[in-house]
């Protein structure tokens, strides 16, 4: 019997990890940098790894016509309730579909879409090759794929901030390590997802960060309001610039690569 292992997580996840400053600027990033290179909605758009839905239902209210993906019951469950603060128009352009991404195809019945997402998925899976196969047999000609994965070049910030002076120095060399949710992660680089992909008949053409400054002050201990809009917003602002930069983008622990599928 297969056990939901986000069952007991998913409040600190949704309703804990994404109320915060940084949550919600990670999710203010990325639905920018994702409108940059989407068609115009009504487009399609699958979510692998969905999660609570915060990714995918900004993208519901914007117009397009989201699925989303993900085997764990209880987070759907919890996306399900989320999905009844939206507006009834942008309620009725959501599906839900339980299934492993390692599944996907099967699970959306060989539908292809115009853009694929798949973000801070990756990370935790210990064989990625299955669902990187499903995620870009899922795209349609032309159509869009967007990774959010965590960077195996800034591996050391973390420990570093936390002054584990020891875990830091190992963790230069370092992919994997114990996350802030108390899972096993893996870091990936933008090259060896850049590569993966072209195998995969999937183009990359754009990277970008997700957040800087606001993780470092986290990190370091900061008290980030995120009830004080005006300044979640300054603070969304320069992380949006600082994500499109050099060397910002370079210092993310997080990075957000786009790719376009092949023409067969």
Not at 109 to 124: K, T
Not at 133 to 149: K, R
Request: aromatic letters at 8%.
């Amino acid at each position: 019997m297969d056990t939901d292992t986000w069952a007991g997580l998913v409040d600190q996840f949704a309703d804990g990890a994404y109320a915060t400053v940084k949550g919600r600027v990670r999710t203010y990033v990325m639905h920018q940098q994702l409108l940059e290179h989407l068609p115009p909605p009504p487009a399609s758009v699958l979510d692998v790894g969905a999660g609570a839905g915060h990714q995918s239902f900004p993208l519901a209210q914007a117009g397009y016509d989201v699925t989303l993906l993900d085997p764990s019951p209880a987070m759907l469950d919890k996306a399900r309730q989320r999905l009844e603060r939206l507006p009834a128009e942008a309620q009725r352009r959501v599906t839900f579909v339980e299934a492993d991404g390692a599944n996907a195809v099967e699970a959306v019945n060989g539908r292809r879409f115009d853009a694929v997402l798949c973000h801070g998925v990756l990370g935790y899976l210990e064989h990625q090759e299955p669902v990187l196969d499903q995620l870009c047999l899922c795209a349609a000609p032309g159509g869009l794929v967007s990774i959010m994965a965590g960077s195996a070049n800034t591996s050391a910030v973390r420990p570093a901030m936390e002054r584990r002076w020891d875990d830091a120095l190992a963790a230069f060399d370092a992919t994997e390590e114990i996350g802030v949710l108390g899972l096993l992660t893996r870091a990936h680089t933008v090259e060896q997802l850049t590569d993966l992909l072209r195998s995969r008949d999937v183009e990359a053409f754009r990277w970008y960060g997700v957040w800087h400054f606001v993780d470092w002050l986290d990190l370091a201990g900061a008290d980030l309001d995120p009830t004080d809009t005006k300044q979640l917003q300054a603070t969304a602002a320069v992380e949006l610039e600082a994500s499109r930069r050099d060397p910002y983008r370079q210092l993310s622990r997080i990075f957000h690569l786009t790719g376009r599928k092949g023409p067969t």
